[in-house]
């Protein structure tokens, strides 16, 4: 769908999507039976690694991500133990086939990397500037280094660059599993922000150290190129949820500006029209709602297995999904740093478009008025 730049221009983000605040259901809960997960997660407690058991239902990481919702007694105990508990309550919740696809989808993003090679594709407002051939893998570290030197290449052909596109996913959707779970645990969703009404949170599944590990392997190095003036190299927590529209869900999203330092968002499908993107310019706080520059326009059509990178504070909105049912993943990434030094920080001219423009008009006008001052200096009769 083709925008229509001044009708855009009158719609202003007056809205920071944030995430919805704890309702306290972080993990399986109203169950009669024995073993529970506690509510919220221990965040001090340093979970095992379960990296070498490969034989098990499920991912080495989702055990990780779990132990910290283990009650306070079993956090001490043996790895074993744990594991035991842990697949218990796992087991009780899925099928077969849902394992294998569970399992599937995360072998899928663990070995990315492994198996083949991907393209990234890198767009600068509304065409692609180049594509390059790599690796790609949130899961290792070593990969860390090759994603920034790439970054870091790219950024030298393309200073200008505002939006990474990646084609690195997989398509496997998580929204396949977690409807039946929900339903039989009795499980009180957390929506994922204000904004969205379909769609939950993922930390709360068990994916928060998966998600983690995307952010730290993944997104860090490419941020800390692409984004280093809004945080990009400090980013050290996430929020990680899904979103879904369709005729019958959320058809839309507004124009707004994300409660985040850069966000990941993934088309994990499924079939679809509609619901492109539309990008209009970086703003900080205080030129949240000024105008949109023709230069700042962009769209973004949304295709499943692939995603784009960029700046929280780039506004935006998702247009109506006309038919079918799209369902995207989201990580939002944040800086501490970058939030704290940011009280400090009257100017943002460093990455907000319209502190950008007022920093040229002043220079603009500064040199003029020397101009001027020199003319009128000159043409006065030397005595
Ligand atoms: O629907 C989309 O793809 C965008 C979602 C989004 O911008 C958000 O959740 O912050
Ligand atoms: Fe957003």
Known sequence: MSVDGSAERRKQPTQTQTPSTGNGNCGISSMSLANRLRLNPNKEHKPDSYDDLHQLEFSPLLFSSLERYLPPTMLNGSRDLKLQYMRDILLRYSSESERTRVRKWFNDIENTGRRSSHTISLYTRSYTLCRLHSSLSPHFSKQSMRIQRIALEVLWLNPLLEFIHLKCFSRTSVNCYYPRWVIETNFRIMRPNTMNRYGCVLDDFGLETMLDKVMEDFIRPMSRVFFPEVGGSTLDSHHGFVVEYGTDKDAEL??????????????????????????????????????????????????????????????HGARATTSGCRVNLLLWCRSSVFRELKKYQKDSSNWCGECQREKKERRRQSIAATKLELLKRDGKPTS
């Not at 700042?296 to 506004?315: K, M, N, Q």
């Open 254 to 315: 507004g124009f707004h500006v994300d409660d985040s330092e850069v966000t990941l968002n993934v088309c994990l499908g499924k079939q679809f029209s509609g619901g492109e993107l539309f990008f209009r310019g970086i703003r900080c706080d205080k030129h949240v709602n000024s105008e949109t520059q023709s230069e700042e326009i962009f769209d973004y059509s949304h295709v499943p297995g692939h995603a784009v990178l960029h700046r929280g504070r780039h506004r």
